[in-house]
T-cell receptor, first 117, second 112 residues
Framework: GAVVSQHPSRVICKSGTSVKIECRSL??????MFWYRQFPKQSLMLMAT?????????EQGVEKDKFLINHASLTLSTLTVTSAHPEDSSFYIC?????????????FGPGTRLTVL | AQSVTQPDIHITVSEGASLELRCNYS??????LFWYVQSPGQGLQLLLK??????LVQGIKGFEAEFKRSQSSFNLRKPSVHWSDAAEYFC??????????FGTGTKLQVIP
């Protein structure tokens, strides 16, 4: 149980284009999902917290107009990287928290490798 | 603000040897504590967690961790390492719905 999927697993795009990454909780409802970014050989950096049916909360320094997050249902959150540039190339990981969870336990997706040319 | 320190960036052990990965946290109260493992190019898999109660917690893949309040530590252990354990390990802390803070990770290399 508690499986989270991400799609796509890898994406290569040209500079200036937009890329959408999907995060789905497959067998549970997630009122809250999280988006992280991980640079090579570094830890996870929280980008934003996404709550179903409301606007995402972005961490300091994360451009909300560049990283658009939508959490339209209890099982799906999307991250859209708008006007992507090479510096946006990274590994993006989402996680989901079970509805009603009291301990902030998160279940992680397999990640999406974004390469911007 | 809460913080997590994993003092060992890289550890190499021989297959069959015991393993201990260190994790220290800084927080005013007892946080929720997690250990995750990440294989290259993959997401994170939860190994074990501590919320309260017995300070020695058992996880998957033969791992265990011990919460020591006096030392603000939550070290991960395994009595006999397998080659498939080679990966990166992250300690993480949280309290309530405050954001989870991850350590910088420890990369484990296993020598045959």
């Amino acid at each position: 149980g508690a499986v989270v999927s991400q799609h796509p697993s890898r994406v290569i795009c040209k500079s200036g284009t937009s890329v959408k990454i999907e995060c789905r909780s497959l067998d549970f409802q997630a009122t809250t999902m999280f988006w992280y970014r991980q640079f090579p050989k570094q830890s996870l950096m929280l980008m934003a917290t996404s709550n179903e049916g409301s606007k995402a909360t972005y961490e300091q320094g994360v451009e909300k107009d560049k990283f658009l997050i939508n959490h339209a249902s209890l099982t799906l959150s999307t991250l859209t990287v708008t006007s992507a540039h090479p510096e946006d190339s990274s590994f993006y990981i989402c996680s989901a928290r079970l509805a009603g969870d009291s301990y902030n336990e998160q279940f992680f997706g397999p990640g999406t490798r974004l390469t911007v040319l | 603000a809460q913080s997590v320190t994993q003092p060992d960036i890289h550890i190499t052990v021989s297959e069959g040897a015991s393993l201990e990965l260190r994790c220290n946290y800084s927080y005013g109260a007892t946080p929720y504590l997690f250990w995750y493992v990440q294989s290259p190019g993959q997401g994170l898999q939860l190994l074990l967690k501590y919320f309260s109660g017995d300070t020695l917690v058992q996880g998957i893949k033969g791992f265990e961790a011990e919460f020591k309040r006096s030392q603000s530590s939550f070290n991960l252990r395994k009595p006999s390492v397998h080659w498939s354990d080679a990966a990166e390990y992250f300690c993480a802390v949280a309290r309530g719905y405050q954001k989870v803070t991850f350590g910088t990770g420890t990369k484990l290399q296993v020598i045959p």
